[in-house]
């Protein structure tokens, strides 16, 4: 299946039948692929080989990125696929008429770093047995990512986590984090409790820093004004907080960042901040790169379980092909050989996992096809066949 997905970049089976070649009927290599996929427990085992991969790598001061998503299926009927029900619309800021199914991912990255270590990826359904609600499966993935990487990191949420359900979690659990918040929560400051946005105007702007990121595909440059002050949630009097504002230039709403990081005083331990945050938004892209990459959305399967167990094997791909080839020294040069081999016509990208990816889809497609996971006894010294180990 892993060869298969990256060799066609698809979670089509028969599509990955075809890139397997098998000396079978088609149909019948697709019905086994289908038939495995209902291995009892499979998408856990491979949601903790991949977590036990990524977690080992998560230093204290990484950027742990929690980010819920969906899949889209607009054109699916409800009596066609398990469990499809209707799923938030970005564009309408609400649960919309979208068909699909809701996701969740995770990536662990050093603040304003390049390397992207995928986590953790899972799908769920409201309509499935035992679902309770989605802030529950967001804490479960971070209970799950907590204590694989032994507390360390910092997770990261965006506006979605401003709500007691996150904050007292993290705070049970000895978490370090940045939230961004809305603006409309109440804090305990000196002067007892005010509303964030009204503590925001009152903050001091002591540093300025310019910040490089991308914005609607170009790379801009701007200078950033920040400062912070010593806050509490009326929740928990006694956990010493810090909240963070940031000024664009261009005099819009400040950027509202509360953190446990209570050392964040001094300039350096700001800019951790507000580049921790910034940081989160690379899991937007590692997101966008997934599902255009393997055509998550294109998924069709009879059974949910099923379902749940293809996400996982593409969590699996995702991490071969953003984590494993970094390594080591030896598998750097590897992927970047296999970038040169992708032939991009601009040069490889920002976010250069594309052309990874599609160099990994050109050799497996040139060079051989799937002999299973030791290669053929019989083959001769010095074949171009290429073996993936896993």
């Known amino acids: ?14 599509r990955i039948a075809r890139e397997l070649d098998e000396d079978i009927l088609l149909k019948k290599t697709e019905e086994r ?8 427990g499979l998408d856990r085992t491979v949601q903790d080989a991949v977590l036990a991969h990524g977690a080992g790598k998560v230093q204290d001061d990484d950027i742990v990125s929690i980010d819920p998503s969906d899949i889209q299926k607009p054109y699916a009927q409800e009596d066609g696929m398990p469990l499809l029900a209707k799923v938030w619309d970005g564009s309408k800021g609400r649960v919309g008429d979208n068909l699909g199914y809701n996701l969740c991912f995770a990536t662990a990255t050093p603040s304003m770093s390049q390397r992207i270590v995928p986590l953790h990826m899972t799908m769920w359904s409201v309509k499935e047995a035992g679902f309770t609600s989605e802030n529950d499966r967001v804490l479960e993935v971070v209970r799950r990512i907590a204590r ?39 804090l305990l400051h000196w002067n007892g409790e005010r509303l964030a946005e009204n503590l925001a105007g009152t903050c001091e702007m002591k540093y300025r820093q310019n910040v490089t990121f991308k914005s609607h595909g170009k790379e801009v440059d701007v200078p ?8 509490r949630l009326p929740g928990h009097p006694g956990v ?52 255009k990459t393997y055509e998550l959305e294109d998924v069709r399967l009879l059974s949910f379980e099923r379902l749940k167990a293809m996400v996982a094997i593409v969590s699996a791909a995702a ?37 990874i990816a599609d160099g990994i889809r050109r050799l497996f497609v040139r060079h051989g096809r799937w002999n299973g996971l030791d290669g053929p006894d019989d083959e001769e010294e010095g074949s171009c066949q290429m073996e993936l180990a896993l």
Request: with cysteine.
């Open 224 to 231: 950033v004004d920040y400062g912070s002050l010593p806050v």
């Open 240 to 291: 010493e907080l810090r909240l963070v504002v940031a000024k664009w230039p261009r005099g819009e709403k400040p950027m509202m960042l509360l953190t446990s990081l209570n050392a964040a005083r001094s300039r350096r331990r700001l800019r951790q901040a507000v580049e921790g945050y910034l940081t989160r938004w690379r899991i937007e892209d590692t997101i966008r790169f997934v599902k």
């Open 148 to 186: 694989a990487a032994e507390r360390r990191g910092i997770y990261v949420y965006d506006r979605g986590g401003d709500g007691d359900w996150l904050f007292d979690f993290f705070i049970a659990e000895g978490l370090d984090f940045i939230v961004r918040l809305v603006g409309n929560r109440l």
């Open 33 to 40: 692929l289908s038939r495995h996929l209902l291995a009892e």
């Open 319 to 355: 991490c071969f092909a953003m984590s494993w080839l970094g390594l080591s020294d030896k598998l750097s040069v590897l992927a970047e050989h296999v970038k040169r081999v992708s032939k991009r016509m601009f040069g490889a990208p920002d976010f250069f996992f594309y052309a």
């Open 1 to 14: 299946m892993l060869f298969g997905i990256q060799a066609g970049q698809t979670v089509v089976l028969s």
